[in-house]
């Protein structure tokens, strides 16, 4: 009951005038950042962050709270109208969100995003009001072995999402991991594959570059060579009555992704150095693999929207948990937050609860606010995404490329990064005509720079020992479970030899 009453006490703080307002204006902007390839909550917030000393200590975070929930929103809309992610976390949204467009669904993907970015975030608020310490204490136990285990988990899902050509995953996803090698060694230091020692390579291959030329210049080029030129527009219609529909289909049709992602995402999130970019892939290949329709994922099914956009807006608020119980920023983003806290002379960790708990309610109130505000700010804008897509892809085409050279500048304003947006383009054109999976590339470089430190930061501790993965009673787990999904392929393989062979 005392959480409650502390819960009451911080709606009320959120939903004093000032903080209202900077709600709305918070979640409206970060819908829009969100949606512009190359920004992002990250970029956003950290623009943002001056302005915010305008107003209380307070009012300031609550506002920047807003901007990263409506940005975690926006991400879906140029995934879903352009097949651009607007977002690292919004990438696996395009798997399924682009070709529900293209089929005339866009609306219905739409809403399946709004819905499940919603309920992500509301389930995420639920477990971060009810269990903020003891999640903490989780969050501390995991070290080096842990979090690698946890990351070979994901790997293991990507065998399902190339289809059922499992050389060809393999492949994609080891592609994908020497991409992530590229530039410093973070733990000896020495340069690596850098591609005819070209210096542009030492900074690495940021995702950004990699996620703007494989969909957008890569799908550009793909829908081009689709239609052969022909101006093809696609059939999107605006109802109130088909919002309420659409609302009836996602519930029937994408609850088990939009609950893995809801419940998957916030653990996740909550893990330092995760964030909310590994909790939509992996929520969107556990997903997958749990459906019994797994051949309808990627090219057009519900859940494969619903489930990234609940991961990635639960962990966003789980990734809250970490920086305001433990002073360790959960994501990018909320590094960034924890530096505003500073400067504004909060402290985070375990006593901010107790020294500073109208600043902790009235946040976690916010996240509520925040969470609706958002929803409603998405499904009034539908009717402006909609209109977007009944342009010409003639006319499309070439915003999407502008977009897609302007976004991947904007990140590091690097000419480098538009050579490499082209290739990849070019590239990821050729490996789909070619019935090469490109998810598992892609998102084996968002778990890559994290696996890899983690596997080798684990062997030093053991002094080389990988039996260490094996004797920690949170990794053992997790690896046997991971072991076992990877030999699952194998299984099925072996299942119709015997059977032939029976007979």
């Known amino acids: 009951m005392e959480i409650l009453s502390l819960l009451g006490d911080g709606m009320l703080v959120a939903i004093q005038p000032l903080n209202l307002m900077l709600i709305l204006i918070g979640v409206t902007l970060g819908l829009f950042i969100g949606a512009m390839p190359g ?4 970029n956003g917030v950290a623009i943002l962050l001056p302005v915010t000393f305008l107003v209380p200590p307070g009012s300031a975070i609550i506002f920047l709270a807003a901007i990263y929930y409506g940005a975690m929103y926006g991400g879906a809309i140029s995934s879903i109208t352009l097949g651009i992610p607007g977002a690292s976390t919004a990438v696996a949204t395009t798997f399924d969100g682009r070709p529900l467009a293209m089929m005339g669904k866009a609306r219905l993907a739409l809403v399946a995003a709004a819905i499940g970015s919603f309920v992500g975030g509301t389930v995420a608020n639920v477990l971060f009001t009810g269990f903020a310490p003891l999640l903490a204490t989780v969050a501390l136990s995991f070290g080096p072995p842990e979090i690698f285990a946890l990351m070979l988990l994901a790997f293991a899902t990507f065998v399902g999402l190339g289809g059922d050509d499992i050389a060809k995953t393999v492949f994609s996803i080891c592609f994908g991991l020497v991409l992530a090698t590229v530039g410093f060694d973070q733990v000896s230091g020495a340069p690596r594959l850098l591609l005819f020692d070209l210096s542009g390579f030492l900074g690495g291959i940021s995702f950004l570059v990699l996620a703007i ?10 829908t081009l060579e689709s239609t052969r030129g022909k101006i093809t527009t696609t059939d999107a219609k605006m109802s109130v009555k088909g919002i309420v529909e659409d609302m009836g289909e996602t519930a029937r049709k994408g609850w088990k992704g939009t609950a893995t ?6 653990f996740v999130g909550v893990l330092p150095a995760a964030g909310a970019t590994p909790a939509s892939l992996m929520s969107y290949a556990i997903t997958k693999m749990l459906s019994k329709n797994k051949h309808e994922f990627g090219k057009g099914h519900v859940g494969g929207v619903a489930a990234p956009e609940a991961g990635n807006n639960s962990a966003s608020t789980g990734s809250m948990l970490p920086m305001l ?15 505003g806290m500073v400067i504004w002379g909060l402290t985070p960790g375990p006593r901010l609860f107790v020294d500073e708990p109208d600043f902790v309610w009235g946040l976690i109130g916010s996240f509520y606010v925040s969470n609706i505000f958002a929803l409603l700010v998405n499904i009034c804008a539908i009717p402006l995404f909609i209109w977007m897509l009944r342009m ?10 502008v977009l897609s050279v302007v976004g991947g500048y904007a990140a590091m304003q690097d000419m480098f ?5 082209l290739a990849f383009g070019f590239g990821a054109f050729f490996l789909r005509k070619f019935d090469y999976p490109l998810a598992p590339a892609v998102l084996a470089i968002v778990l890559g720079p994290i696996a890899e430190p983690t596997l080798r930061q684990s062997l030093l501790l053991s002094s080389g020992d990988p039996s260490i993965f094996f004797t ?9 479970i991971a072991i076992l999904l990877i030999l699952m392929p194998a299984f099925k393989y072996l299942r119709p030899r015997r059977t032939s062979a029976a007979e």
């Open 417 to 421: 990064d538009i050579w490499l947006i």
């Open 39 to 42: 920004l992002g909550s990250v």
């Open 392 to 401: 010409p892809f003639t006319v499309l085409a070439p915003l999407i490329f």
């Open 472 to 480: 920690r009673p949170i990794s053992m787990p997790i690896m046997v």
């Open 261 to 266: 992602g809801s419940f998957l995402g916030f």
């Open 325 to 339: 119980t433990l002073g360790i920023p959960g994501s990018p983003t909320t590094a960034i937050l924890l530096g």
């Open 213 to 222: 030329g494989v969909y957008g210049i890569g799908e550009m080029l793909w």
